[in-house]
């Protein structure tokens, strides 16, 4: 079966750190792979998503980049973190079609 | 691009009663319609979904209903427990594109 992972759970950073987030998942090739963001109370913002290596498309202008180094591996980042950038950060992953599933996400706080 | 729009913001019901959450999308060739349930602090999970050559779908106490003409679909949970209590976000998918997700429920039983 297949399974996703976010590391790390919790996260609190200093304004002006870097940051990095990663995903990876298990048990499945080539997946579609997505980064999402969801302020307190929120909906679900799309911020990247990749359809593979080294292929990412950013949904949203912002201080965040991603990368796909690996066929199931997708790595979210920062060079400096802003107020704004708090938040709780999914991973998810799909075949390109129908059920789409979520990681446990990270808490990210800045400070 | 799709537009998802979800109803009620949030929700508060009685303990045994039924809950109705409703959503319209704008593209008609999307064709297909998931619904998700998030706990607090955790990622949405994938609980029943439809696509559009079906117009009714049910998992023992949650139902989902699909009106293409309209352009709306609706998650019914009958019997509602306190344990139903979540945020349920619907979202709508047209072929291979990415989901796109409507605002979210906030679900409130009361015991």
């Known amino acids: 079966s297949q399974t996703i992972h976010q590391w790390p759970a919790t996260l609190v950073q200093p304004v002006g750190s870097p940051l990095s987030l990663e995903c990876t998942v298990e048990?499945?090739?080539?997946?579609?792979l997505y980064w999402y963001r969801q302020a307190a109370g929120r909906g679900l913002q799309l911020l990247f998503y990749s359809v593979g290596i080294g292929q990412i498309s950013s949904e949203v202008p912002q201080n965040l980049s991603a990368s796909r180094p690996q066929d199931r591996q997708f790595i979210l980042s920062s060079k400096k973190l802003l107020l704004s950038d708090s938040g709780f950060y999914l991973c998810?992953?799909?075949?390109?079609?129908?059920?789409?599933?979520f990681g446990p996400g990270t808490r990210l706080t800045v400070l | 691009g799709e537009n998802v729009e979800q109803h009620p913001s949030t929700l508060s019901v009685q303990e045994g009663d039924s809950a109705v959450i409703k959503c319209t999308y704008s593209?008609?060739?999307?064709?297909?319609f998931p619904w998700y349930k998030q706990e607090l602090g955790k990622g949405p999970q994938l609980i029943i979904d439809i696509r559009s050559n079906v117009g009714e779908k049910k998992d023992q106490r949650i139902a989902v209903t699909l009106n293409k003409t309209a352009k709306h679909f609706s998650l019914h949970i009958t019997e509602t427990q306190p344990e139903d209590s979540a945020v349920y976000f619907c979202?709508?998918?047209?072929?291979?594109?990415?989901?796109?997700f409507g605002s979210g429920t906030r679900l409130q039983v009361q015991p």
């Open positions: 998810a992953w799909d075949r390109g079609r129908d059920e789409q599933f």
């Open positions: 979202a709508a998918r047209t072929g291979r594109r990415a989901l796109t």
């Open positions: 593209d008609s060739a999307s064709n297909y």
């Open positions: 048990g499945t090739s080539n997946p579609n």
